[in-house]
């Protein structure tokens, strides 16, 4: 889920804590425009193109994935050592938990 689609969901929720179900379905379906503090925050949390957010610590799928390519490069020279390194790093991006809302 993207950032804007989570502001939308966190706004959509506090609507309908105040019992205004019609308006928290126009915010998740983006009939409603974000102001412009909206439209600020979501910017500013919303990662640089190509960026991603990460967990502060991986996870075990995470490392379990990296560990592969580490078994691979104790048998390999200083230049494969630097592209599986690299191949670790994506195999544990492509492991990383989505952000859940």
Excluded: H
Aim: proline share 8%; with cysteine.
């Amino acid at each position: 889920m993207g950032v804007e689609q989570r502001a939308r969901e966190l706004l959509a929720a506090e609507y309908e804590r105040f019992d205004l179900p019609s308006t928290a379905a126009g915010v998740r379906a983006g009939a409603y425009d974000l102001n412009p503090s909206m439209r600020a925050v979501v910017a500013a949390l919303t990662p640089p193109d190509g960026f991603m957010l990460v967990p502060v610590e991986p996870t075990e799928a995470m490392i379990e994935a990296s560990m592969i390519r580490v078994e691979l490069a104790k048998r390999c020279g200083p230049g494969t050592l630097k592209v599986l390194g690299a191949r670790a790093w994506d195999a544990m991006l492509a492991a990383r938990p989505e952000v859940k809302s």
